[in-house]
């Protein structure tokens, strides 16, 4: 398994961007899919982006489509999560999560970081 370490988060306001990263540390960081998940408030889970080991390919749901980028260094063991026009509802703990069972929004990660808190407010 991997070690996931998020950071970047903090407070912003409505409009503004801000990048997360996830800095990995163990072996084959390559060889591991990866996603963003964040978690509101009494709310549940929610996925948030996902990304091929190689990197070339990635999915995210319609919520944050068009405003989010994830992508992924394996040069530098990193995962990154560009955030785009971000409103209060993007307000959560993002959270990074590693695996080799596939890639997408239904795999079973076996590695998380603790998360990060993105506040989005004016």
């Known amino acids: 398994q991997l070690q996931l370490v998020e950071s970047g988060g903090g407070l912003v306001q409505p409009g503004e961007s801000l990048t997360l990263s996830c800095a990995a540390s163990g072996r084959l960081f390559s060889s591991y899919a990866m996603a963003w998940f964040r978690q509101a408030p009494g709310k549940e889970r929610d996925f948030v982006a996902a990304?091929?080991?190689?990197?070339?390919?990635?999915y995210y749901p319609d919520s944050v489509k068009g405003r989010f980028t994830i992508s992924k260094n394996n040069a530098k063991n990193t995962l990154y999560l560009h955030m785009n026009r971000l409103t209060p509802e993007d307000t959560a703990v993002y959270y990074c999560?590693?695996?080799?069972?596939?890639w997408g929004r239904g795999v079973p990660y076996e590695s998380w970081g603790q998360g990060t808190q993105v506040t989005v407010s004016s």
């Open positions: 999560a590693a695996g080799l069972r596939g």
């Open positions: 990304i091929n080991p190689s990197g070339d390919s990635t």
